[in-house]
């Protein structure tokens, strides 16, 4: 008769295993489920950090403490507060149109295809040459002449962009621009530039809207583009921000709005 009760005391706990794991903890009688360690888990994750065992851990405190505060909240009615039903209703606003949006990206994810297709864009807008420059500008014209003769008799191009160029930020390295493709200069100065050959100074000043300008061309190339792994994140995440604008955009047109 004993052996008989044991065996049903055990087979008791054993159906009991399954109900138990299905709760975090029971905090005054009322069960915190363990799918909430998982929903904050999820967060935690999605924010880029690790869920360690004590992470974990910190967690399931949170939850635990969560519930003692809000059985006390309803407790002092606080649930039953114009503001707190405002505020609940925000929340619930901001979770289902994130839902919302979340659902629409998986729907419509960016393709290798859309990622390729932008980045030929991209490089079709940005290849070609790049010049490496320098130049020196001042306001009158007389003066840039004077300073073309000088350079002609053997005056060094650095030294005179240092003593006379009023560009502050290329005359302090001797009138150096940096590699540059020509569309990044203003037009007149973009076309100066453009005929010159490797090593070759412009024989007349050049106008543009800032003065008066002596370039000369110190290296050619091809422009060096990233790599489409290496643009491939910013890329898609640019596609990601259009593909949603559009559909919020869209959304917006349909409605009535009176």
């Given at each position: 008769?004993?052996?008989?009760?044991?065996?049903?005391?055990?087979?008791?706990?054993?159906?009991?295993?399954?109900?138990?794991?299905?709760?975090?903890?029971v905090v005054n009688?009322?069960?915190?489920?363990?799918?909430?360690?998982?929903?904050?888990?999820?967060?935690?994750?999605?924010?880029?950090?690790?869920?360690?065992?004590?992470?974990?851990?910190?967690?399931?405190?949170?939850?635990?403490?969560?519930?003692?505060?809000?059985?006390?909240?309803?407790?002092?009615?606080?649930?039953?507060?114009?503001?707190?039903?405002?505020?609940?209703?925000?929340?619930?606003?901001?979770?289902?149109?994130?839902?919302?949006?979340?659902?629409?990206?998986?729907?419509?994810?960016?393709?290798?295809?859309?990622?390729?297709?932008?980045?030929?864009?991209?490089?079709?807008?940005?290849?070609?040459?790049?010049?490496?420059?320098?130049?020196?500008?001042?306001?009158?014209?007389?003066?840039?002449?004077?300073?073309?003769?000088?350079?002609?008799?053997?005056?060094?191009?650095?030294?005179?962009?240092?003593?006379?160029?009023?560009?502050?930020?290329?005359?302090?390295?001797?009138?150096?621009?940096?590699?540059?493709?020509?569309?990044?200069?203003?037009?007149?100065?973009?076309?100066?530039?453009?005929?010159?050959?490797?090593?070759?100074?412009?024989?007349?000043?050049?106008?543009?809207?800032?003065?008066?300008?002596?370039?000369?061309?110190?290296?050619?190339?091809?422009?060096?583009?990233?790599?489409?792994?290496?643009?491939?994140?910013?890329i898609m995440q640019?596609?990601?921000?259009?593909?949603?604008?559009?559909?919020?955009?869209?959304?917006?047109?349909?409605?009535?709005?009176?």
């Open positions: 008769m004993m052996k008989k009760h044991m065996l049903s005391a055990a087979l008791v706990a054993l159906l009991a295993v399954p109900a138990l794991a299905q709760n975090l903890a009688g009322k069960p915190v489920p363990s799918s909430r360690v998982n929903a904050l888990k999820q967060q935690v994750e999605a924010s880029g950090r690790p869920v360690t065992p004590e992470v974990l851990a910190q967690i399931k405190e949170e939850l635990i403490a969560r519930e003692i505060f809000m059985q006390e909240a309803r407790k002092q009615g606080l649930d039953a507060t114009d503001d707190y039903k405002t505020q609940l209703e925000l929340a619930r606003q901001t979770i289902l149109i994130r839902q919302l949006f979340a659902n629409f990206q998986k729907k419509n994810p960016v393709t290798d295809a859309d990622v390729k297709a932008e980045y030929d864009k991209f490089a079709a807008a940005n290849g070609g040459k790049e010049y490496r420059a320098r130049h020196i500008l001042v306001e009158k014209e007389d003066e840039a002449k004077t300073l073309i003769a000088d350079i002609k008799k053997g005056g060094n191009f650095e030294d005179l962009a240092k003593k006379a160029s009023k560009d502050p930020g290329s005359g302090a390295n001797g009138g150096d621009l940096d590699w540059a493709a020509a569309a990044s200069y203003v037009p007149e100065f973009s076309a100066a530039m453009t005929k010159l050959e490797k090593g070759q100074m412009t024989d007349t000043p050049v106008k543009t809207q800032f003065g008066f300008h002596i370039i000369r061309v110190d290296d050619v190339r091809e422009a060096q583009l990233p790599k489409m792994e290496e643009v491939k994140p910013q640019q596609l990601q921000q259009q593909k949603l604008s559009a559909f919020q955009d869209g959304l917006r047109s349909k409605a009535k709005i009176q």
